[in-house]
């Protein structure tokens, strides 16, 4: 079952609903929603994922940006790569148009 409860700062202003979902055999998952309809959807879903059997936990993807996967993708595939300068060229662009967001 998962639990839904507001999430305050410092001064106790609301700043979000946390959602969790703690469930025996599987790591147990939270997450922070501006809305509280947002969270409900959100548990509802990894419960249902949990249920049939399909979950797959998505907390490293999360925490993983754009430019950690090109930097790693730069280290350990292009030295192989015939045209690994171009290649360079063109990850320098995508890592400084979206190299912020998470996966």
């Known amino acids: 079952m998962a639990s839904i409860g507001p999430r305050y700062d410092q001064d106790k202003i609301l700043i979000g609903w946390q ?6 055999g599987y790591p147990s ?5 501006r809305a509280k309809a947002d ?4 548990a509802r879903a990894v419960e249902g994922e949990m249920d049939k059997g399909v979950f797959v936990s ?3 993807s999360e925490n993983t940006t ?7 993708y ?9 045209g690994g300068g171009r290649e360079m060229s063109r990850l320098r662009a995508l890592q ?7 996966l």
């Open 66 to 72: 754009l430019n950690d996967l090109l930097d790693r």
């Open 29 to 33: 998952q939270s997450k922070t929603f």
């Open 74 to 82: 730069a280290r350990e595939v292009v030295p192989r790569l015939k």
């Open 58 to 60: 998505r907390s490293e």
């Open 19 to 24: 959602a969790r979902v703690i469930r025996k």
């Open 96 to 102: 400084e148009g979206m190299g912020q967001y998470s």
């Open 39 to 42: 969270a409900e959807r959100w």
